[in-house]
């Protein structure tokens, strides 16, 4: 099967103003990811299990912490969005499970109480939804390539 012949599968390419919009957007959230991607590099087997065993097989927790790291520069670069996102997606509503599973409310009461909540999570799945359906928009690396 041909490349040519999957890209049927993209997204449609947006004009150069929502371009701009989406490219500001993937780069704040490709930032963050890449921030919170790079400390579970340093131990990918075991990055869960800083205050407890988690309970994850360490091949699960090496791909979440690939998926946030490389999803993040793909995403910065807009390279594979849609599968990069699908990857994101699958790790937020996995992290946002465990969130929920183990009792942690949606957000703090006040802003500066101590504590973890799954809005992060939330937002974060639900940035990766949005750009699988709308794509990285024309300023990016699959324009280039496919559009």
Excluded: C
């Excluded at 099967?1 to 150069?16: I, R, W």
């Excluded at 400390?39 to 979440?64: C, R, T, V, Y």
């Excluded at 490389?70 to 807009?78: D, H, R, T, V, W």
């Excluded at 994101?88 to 942690?104: D, E, Q, T, W, Y």
């Amino acid at each position: 099967m041909e490349l040519s012949s999957l890209t049927y599968l993209l997204p449609p390419f947006h004009g150069v103003l929502e371009s701009w919009a989406l490219l500001s957007l993937r780069v704040i959230w490709g930032i963050v990811l890449v921030a919170y991607g790079l400390p579970m590099l340093k131990n990918p087997f075991h990055w869960m299990d800083m205050a407890e065993p988690s309970g994850f097989p360490g091949i699960l927790q090496a791909l979440g912490a690939l998926s946030v790291f490389g999803g993040g520069l793909a995403i910065i670069s807009g390279f594979l969005t849609p599968l990069a996102s699908l990857g994101l997606a699958f790790s937020m509503g996995v992290a946002l499970v465990i969130h929920i599973a183990n009792g942690k409310p949606f957000m703090k009461e006040k802003p500066d109480d101590p504590g973890v909540t799954y809005e992060a999570s939330l937002v974060y799945l639900a940035i990766a939804i949005m750009f699988i359906f709308v794509g990285p928009g024309r300023l990016s690396l699959d324009y280039l390539l496919f559009g």
